[in-house]
């Protein structure tokens, strides 16, 4: 079945640092991917998405790149903040797929943490 | 002013009880969802109704019984609970449209079975 991959975390990073979080995904079909983020004690906010290959999704300096020839869908940042401490799921969009975002497919998440 | 709103927000409870999740969402989405997030952050779907109406009901025990009395209220209630059902419970809602779509989550019910 469909699936997503994530670096295991936790990462731990000093601000104004570089930031990559792998993501590999498993799907039949074309289905639309997403970075969420859940800052601590909040629920998933989404963070960006891109529904087809070579699509690039970009939110708050946040960027990923829709790879089909590699499957990934890597979350970057060039340098990042505190403020960017929380845990960063990325997921597919499920059976159903057409971008549709309720049967989403998680991976399990890598909390990063930012020290000033 | 809070779009997905769930209570309550941490339960703690013994083991057999029988205990009920409220979510309510004020932007007018047509489908709702309860996901679970066990200790290892792991998010996986539960179910989703779409006006009042189920549409995606997952591996789930049948102890676990949504309802919707409407189309803005999606409540999750669980009976005999187990050791293993402490886990943090997130409720969320999205519309679509022809051009996007959004999820948008609660901000999560801990639920702890001693």
């Known amino acids: 079945g469909d699936s997503v991959t994530q670096m295991e975390g936790p990462v731990t990073l000093s601000e104004e640092a570089f930031l990559t979080i792998n993501c590999t995904y498993t799907a039949t079909g074309y289905p639309s991917l997403f970075w969420y983020v859940q800052y601590p004690g909040e629920g998933l906010q989404l963070l960006l998405k891109?529904?087809?290959?070579?699509d690039k999704g970009s939110n708050k300096g946040f960027e990923a790149t829709y790879r089909k020839e590699t499957t990934s869908f890597h979350l970057e940042k060039g340098s990042v903040q505190v403020s960017d401490s929380a845990v960063y799921f990325c997921a597919l969009s499920g059976r159903g797929g057409g971008g549709s975002q309720g049967n989403l497919i998680f991976g399990k998440g890598t909390k990063l943490s930012v020290k000033p | 002013d809070t779009a997905v709103s769930q209570t309550p927000k941490y339960l703690v409870t013994q083991m057999g009880n029988d205990k009920s999740i409220k979510c309510e969402q004020n932007l007018g989405h047509d489908t709702m969802y309860w996901y679970k997030q066990d200790s290892k952050k792991f998010l996986k779907i539960m179910f989703s109704y779409n006006n009042k109406e189920l549409i995606i009901n997952e591996t789930v025990p049948n102890r676990f019984s949504p309802k919707s009395p409407d189309k803005a209220h999606l409540n999750l209630h669980i009976n005999s609970l187990e050791l293993g059902d402490s886990a943090v419970y997130f409720c969320?809602?999205?519309?679509?449209?022809?051009?996007?779509?959004?999820?948008?989550f609660g901000s999560g019910t801990q639920l702890s079975v001693l």
């Open positions: 891109a529904t087809k290959a070579d």
């Open positions: 969320a809602s999205s519309q679509r449209t022809a051009t996007n779509e959004k999820l948008f």
